[in-house]
């Protein structure tokens, strides 16, 4: 049985209001209402509106006896790229130069491959950081096992062992890597 937006407002025990599947996401009439658009992308109304506000989305149709906001499938899917370009941590400006280069073609291809390249090389930053960190957290739970089990020996043996881990951390990141080397090199010029 297909749920519709009418049946949104009809009490239900089995999901949450704000269940995307509560809604109808078949287009009316070849567009999508905001709410539509909002459970199909998981991009909220406020951000929706702020992309189209500056510019980054481009202003989409209205319709005319309500003034609502109809979105084609076109723009469904630049909310989604949008979507999916911000959780790779992409800032406003690099999301509106990427998208602008999408309508280029092949010619921008090398400007495109840049600006993902570079976002490449950030995302692996943050899955490095989140790594360390999710060894942090097996450290503290190893840990505190250990201590909890009253084996205080293994617990400071941890202890140690992760001192020694974040001393030659330490040294790693204040002694220079060869591409600051390099660099100081031809400063230097």
């Known amino acids: 049985m297909s749920m519709t937006l009418a049946d949104v407002d009809a009490p239900s025990d089995a999901r949450p209001r704000n269940d ?9 009439d070849g567009e999508f209402t905001m709410r539509q658009v909002v459970a199909l992308t998981g991009v909220g109304e406020h951000a929706i ?3 189209e506000r500056t510019g980054v989305l481009a202003r989409v149709r ?7 906001r109809r979105y084609t499938v076109s723009d469904v899917s630049t909310i989604h790229t949008l979507a999916c370009l911000r959780a790779m941590g992409m800032s406003l400006a690099e999301m509106r130069e990427y998208l602008d280069l999408t309508t280029q073609g ?4 090398p400007q495109a491959l840049e600006i993902l390249a570079a976002q490449r090389v950030a995302l692996a930053e943050q899955m490095r950081a989140l790594q360390e960190r999710a060894a942090y957290l097996d450290y503290k ?5 250990a201590l909890g089990a009253g084996d205080a020996q293994t617990a400071q043996a941890l202890g140690r062992a992760f001192a020694s881990r974040v001393r030659a951390s330490a040294t790693r990141q204040s002694s220079p890597s060869p591409a600051t080397i390099e660099t100081d090199e031809t ?3």
């Open 20 to 28: 995307p599947s509560l809604v109808d996401a078949t287009p009316h």
């Open 49 to 51: 509106r702020f992309y």
């Open 62 to 68: 209205r319709q005319r006896s309500s003034g609502h």
């Open 106 to 109: 092949a010619e921008a291809a």
């Open 141 to 145: 739970v190893a840990y505190w096992t």
């Open 187 to 189: 400063e230097q010029e």
